[in-house]
């Protein structure tokens, strides 16, 4: 029997006295036990069919009934010394006890007050069976060797590509962080993401992987994505490229299913999400060394710039007009880079070696 069924039978236990007292209340089941006939016999054999879960109870009032209903004959005056006269003159044989009936049924051979023990001894049992089995849960969790967490951080300037226990692939941009424990569970691969990465998830139908940020779970089963979220953790992005995703805001029971080509946009101030295609070599080519700007403002420019190289930029005067600068460069220096800007946005720089400055 499951561990469901024996709770279940515990829980149903607390109203076997409530239908004792029915029974033994009831003047047609007092009949039955005392003068039983043919049509009470039918009744009640019919009754105990259809409701086989009360037969222990009805055989529990009925052995009640029984010996509320027994009474001891008195004996005679005198009868007792008679008795004992003839047994020690030799002529009167010891009494013996009748051998049951070993063509009846064994729970029919027993007195009365064992079979009531035995149907006391049968919910005892349960009972503690039932009341283990609710413990066990208990133990195992005790049990449960503690989740060992394995931290990676990236600064300004580093790049990190990193194995996880599963054989899925991390590559970890620069001022980000990733948590990951030391081997996955049974059930899911779970990491936690704070900055960007992009994901090559190894395929496992049996365990979902999950990438947890400040307001966003992505769900994957075998699949290459990244993750980017802002460093205030107010807006977070994430975007497909093989495979399939399931993303869903903390405290959002909505998901949003990504298919390849497809971004996802998170603002947590409004909580809205906007998908959109991407341009890969935009979106996750920094894996690749491509550093790519799309209609930034100066300070999108500067801030990627700072945690690219690892530098510290400062700013003398302001541009003449609002940046809108876009531009692709792979595996270029930070000299290169400033001097193809400043050609278009008319500022002049100097670098010294973690500082620069920009002057307009």
């Given at each position: 029997m499951s561990s469901e069924a024996f709770l279940t039978l515990v829980s149903e236990s607390k109203n076997y006295m409530n239908q004792r007292v029915t029974f033994l209340s009831n003047p047609e089941f007092v009949?039955?036990?005392?003068?039983?006939?043919?049509?009470?016999?039918?009744?009640?054999?019919?009754?105990?069919?259809?409701?086989?879960?009360?037969?222990?109870?009805?055989?529990?009032?009925?052995?009640?009934?029984?010996?509320?209903?027994?009474?001891?004959?008195?004996?005679?005056?005198?009868?007792?010394?008679?008795?004992?006269?003839?047994?020690?003159?030799?002529?009167?044989?010891?009494?013996?006890?009748?051998?049951?009936?070993?063509?009846?049924?064994?729970?029919?051979?027993?007195?009365?007050?064992?079979?009531?023990?035995?149907?006391?001894?049968?919910?005892?049992?349960?009972?503690?069976?039932?009341?283990?089995?609710?413990?066990?849960?208990?133990?195992?969790?005790?049990?449960?060797?503690?989740?060992?967490?394995?931290?990676?951080?990236?600064?300004?300037?580093?790049?990190?590509?990193?194995?996880?226990?599963?054989?899925?692939?991390?590559?970890?941009?620069?001022?980000?962080?990733?948590?990951?424990?030391?081997?996955?569970g049974q059930v899911d691969r779970r990491v936690k993401l704070t900055g960007e990465a992009f994901f090559k998830v190894e395929s496992d139908s049996l365990r979902a992987f999950y990438v947890e940020t400040s307001n966003l779970i992505t769900k994957v089963l075998g699949t290459s994505f990244n993750v980017k979220e802002d460093k205030g953790g107010t807006t977070t992005k994430v975007a497909l490229e093989t495979?399939?995703?399931?993303?869903?805001?903390?405290?959002?029971?909505?998901?949003?299913?990504?298919?390849?080509?497809?971004?996802?946009?998170?603002?947590?101030?409004?909580?809205?999400?906007?998908?959109?295609?991407?341009?890969?070599?935009?979106?996750?080519?920094?894996?690749?060394?491509?550093?790519?700007?799309?209609?930034?403002?100066?300070?999108e420019v500067i801030g990627r710039l700072e945690d690219w190289y690892g530098v510290t930029i400062s700013i003398e005067g302001s541009p003449s007009r609002t940046w809108n600068f876009s531009g692709e460069f792979r595996h270029e220096t930070l000299q290169n880079i400033l001097e193809s800007i400043a050609y278009t946005e008319s500022f002049t720089f100097r670098i010294d070696n973690k500082k620069v400055t920009i002057k307009f």
């Open positions: 009949r039955w036990v005392k003068s039983p006939d043919a049509e009470l016999d039918a009744f009640w054999q019919n009754w105990m069919m259809a409701h086989p879960e009360d037969i222990a109870e009805i055989m529990l009032a009925r052995e009640l009934l029984l010996g509320l209903s027994s009474k001891s004959n008195p004996v005679k005056s005198g009868t007792k010394e008679e008795l004992l006269l003839k047994i020690l003159q030799g002529k009167q044989p010891i009494p013996k006890r009748d051998k049951p009936n070993r063509n009846l049924p064994f729970w029919f051979r027993i007195d009365q007050f064992r079979r009531i023990a035995a149907i006391l001894a049968f919910g005892f049992l349960t009972a503690q069976l039932a009341g283990w089995l609710v413990k066990k849960p208990e133990i195992d969790e005790v049990n449960e060797p503690e989740i060992v967490w394995i931290t990676k951080t990236t600064n300004a300037g580093e790049k990190l590509k990193l194995g996880l226990p599963d054989q899925s692939e991390v590559w970890l941009n620069s001022s980000s962080t990733l948590s990951y424990p030391e081997s996955f495979g399939s995703i399931q993303v869903n805001a903390r405290g959002d029971s909505s998901d949003a299913v990504l298919w390849p080509g497809q971004e996802m946009m998170y603002d947590a101030t409004t909580t809205k999400k906007v998908i959109r295609t991407f341009d890969p070599k935009n979106t996750s080519g920094w894996t690749d060394g491509w550093l790519v700007f799309d209609n930034n403002h100066l300070s």
